[in-house]
């Protein structure tokens, strides 16, 4: 008995530990074996490469002298002739410039709804009901619902634009444009997420003493100056995460990448992600993409140390 008590809670974790083994820890694991190969598109035969499949990357970013440069890393807008993307620069370019916009429509105004509905009242705790609201829809129904809208013969948004009589915006193609597309997808996800950073930033709200709120309001500053010269500031760890979770999320996205324009026409919105499964699976080249997905988990390691140095060393100097 007291033998089968205690295995019971290795028992009951067992087939999550399987799950995530299976899909998460062997994955992981092989993927630096994979990237010292090169496999056919059978993915049957492996012939080792070294670190040949890294040394490729290496061009796309250091040009030999006299060679034209690449003008599509961190650029945004682009011309025609930048649009398409052929190469890891290239896609990781549309990561950052997703990334930056990211940042801006889902922490900036998750940031801006919670100091407008942070107050206490059952009227402001719906209000931010509804903005976390599309927080429990799939990626895949969130897609094909702005794909829909967005279609200019039958979508809301055009129609709406054809009643206040913007014919240009009426007609657009906001998906299959190279101009309009990746902002787009990064305006739709910060539907999707500013409610998840409204609710960190309204918890981190909630923490600040109501004391130095009314202490400053007896001294005669307006709501805008209480929030930015002592919420705001006092807000800073929360700011910080929620960065930290904005910048991993962008190097993650896919789902509405792939739902909304499938990376074409011309491949102008393929981000890493996209681009990793582009040529591990429609190309056969599994080696190449896991050497990328190693850079890029090693850009994702080095950022999130960097941030919890800092976040550990503000706290000695706090205390």
Request: proline content about 5%; hydrophobic content about 50%.
């Amino acid at each position: 008995m007291k033998l089968y008590k205690s295995y019971t809670p290795y028992l009951l974790i067992l087939p999550a530990l399987v799950i995530y083994s299976a899909m998460i820890l062997i994955p992981a694991m092989a993927t630096p074996y994979y990237s010292l190969h090169h496999t056919d598109k059978s993915y049957k035969k492996l012939d080792w490469v070294g670190f040949d499949n890294y040394k490729k990357l290496a061009p796309e970013f250091i040009k030999e002298e006299g060679a034209p440069s690449d003008p599509t890393f961190i650029r945004f807008p682009r011309t025609d002739e930048e649009i398409s993307v052929r190469s890891f620069a290239s896609a990781l370019n549309n990561n950052v410039v997703y990334l930056f916009l990211t940042l801006l429509f889902e922490v900036g105004f998750g940031l801006f709804l919670a100091a407008l509905v942070s107050r206490d009242g059952r009227l402001y705790g719906m209000f931010r009901v509804l903005f976390f609201a599309p927080m429990i829809l799939s990626l895949v129904v969130v897609g094909i619902l702005f794909k829909v809208m967005l279609r200019p013969e039958i979508g809301l948004v055009p129609q709406f634009f054809g009643l206040i009589g913007i014919e240009s915006l009426r007609t657009q193609q906001w998906l299959a444009d190279p101009n309009t597309a990746l902002l787009t997808i990064s305006i739709i996800s910060g539907w999707v997420y500013a409610g998840f950073y409204l609710v960190l930033f309204s918890a981190g709200l909630k923490r600040i003493p109501k004391e130095l709120v009314e202490a400053a309001m007896v001294d005669g500053a307006t709501p805008r100056q209480v929030f930015w010269r002592i919420q705001f500031p006092l807000l800073r760890d929360v700011t910080s995460v929620c960065i930290l979770l904005c910048i991993t999320g962008a190097f993650k996205a896919y789902d509405l990448f792939w739902v909304l324009s499938n990376s074409k026409p011309d491949n102008f919105t393929h981000i890493v992600p996209t681009y990793i499964v582009e040529k591990a699976f429609n190309h056969g080249d599994l080696g190449y993409a896991s050497a990328i997905a190693m850079i890029v988990t090693t850009i994702i390691f080095i950022v999130t140390a960097i941030h919890l140095w800092r976040t550990r060393k503000r706290e000695k100097l706090q205390f």
